[in-house]
């Protein structure tokens, strides 16, 4: 599958079936995207992830469109990826919530999904 095309496929199921959330950087940037929200199963537990931490699941698609949270500089990490170091926030249900962690998942080199743990 290419990337675009996966890219297009995240979209269709976030559309379908996912929930918004908006990612804050600081002071104020925001991107309102849709995402897939789910808790963690107790054998996905850890010291690191805790029964109130939810895995959030995002298209890169607004991020691409709002240029969130700027414009990428080659040779460095890659951005777009929200980051606990940076203070990074993602509201759900009206409540915003500290990224602990966060993986960029690429295809042929393209960002096609975020993978989020927030708390």
């Given at each position: 599958?290419?990337?675009?095309?996966?890219?297009?496929?995240?979209?269709?199921?976030?559309?379908?079936?996912?929930?918004?959330?908006?990612?804050r950087k600081l002071p104020t940037t925001d991107v309102v995207?849709?995402?897939?929200?789910r808790g963690y199963q107790p054998q996905e537990l850890t010291?690191?992830?805790?029964?109130?931490?939810?895995?959030?699941?995002?298209?890169?698609?607004?991020?691409?469109?709002?240029?969130?949270?700027?414009?990428?500089?080659?040779?460095?990490?890659?951005?777009?990826?929200?980051?606990?170091?940076?203070?990074?926030?993602?509201?759900?249900?009206?409540?915003?919530?500290?990224?602990?962690?966060?993986?960029?998942?690429?295809?042929?080199?393209?960002?096609?999904?975020?993978?989020?743990?927030?708390?």
């Open positions: 599958m290419t990337p675009s095309a996966t890219i297009k496929s995240l979209d269709g199921a976030l559309a379908a079936g996912g929930q918004t959330v908006t990612l995207c849709p995402a897939a929200v010291s690191n992830i805790t029964q109130q931490d939810s895995k959030v699941i995002l298209s890169p698609t607004q991020i691409n469109a709002a240029i969130w949270p700027g414009t990428q500089v080659p040779g460095q990490e890659d951005i777009r990826i929200p980051s606990k170091n940076r203070g990074d926030l993602c509201q759900i249900n009206g409540k915003f919530r500290t990224i602990q962690a966060s993986v960029g998942i690429y295809v042929q080199d393209v960002l096609v999904r975020i993978e989020l743990q927030v708390r």
